[in-house]
């Protein structure tokens, strides 16, 4: 069965780091468009950055988060940095076949998905 499986989440203080990992389980994410999406109770999920060919980023995290991909280690990452309790979400990543990262917050247009990662930013 074809699965992604994120880690890394937990709780951190404001201004803290975590660093998610998004892995595979039966494919080779070389071949996908990897994003980040998130979801904040009582929120509706969020694409928050994506990596295919090049890297992007929503407003809400941009110049704290950054993507990255290790295809020896099939895997994708999420460095976050400068964490604020706004942050505070269940993290996902998913991947679809499509080598662009247009319309990349289209949540239906993502053929995998894991299964979440809490991440929580209190003091």
């Known amino acids: 069965q074809l699965r992604l499986v994120e880690s890394g989440g937990g709780l951190v203080q404001p201004g803290g780091s975590l660093r998610l990992s998004c892995v595979p389980s039966?494919?080779?994410?070389?071949?996908?468009?990897i994003t980040w999406f998130r979801q904040a109770p009582g929120k509706a999920r969020e694409g928050i950055s994506c990596i295919s060919t090049n890297a992007y980023y929503a407003d809400s995290v941009k110049g704290r988060y950054t993507i990255s991909r290790d295809n020896a280690k099939n895997t994708v990452y999420l460095q976050m940095n400068s964490l604020k309790p706004e942050d505070t979400a269940v993290y996902y990543c998913?991947?679809?076949?499509?080598?662009?990262?247009?319309?990349?917050?289209?949540?239906?247009?993502?053929?995998?998905w894991g299964q979440g990662t809490q991440v929580t930013v209190s003091s």
């Open positions: 039966g494919f080779t994410l070389e071949y996908y468009t």
């Open positions: 998913a991947a679809r076949r499509n080598l662009h990262c247009a319309r990349y917050t289209s949540a239906q247009t993502y053929d995998y």
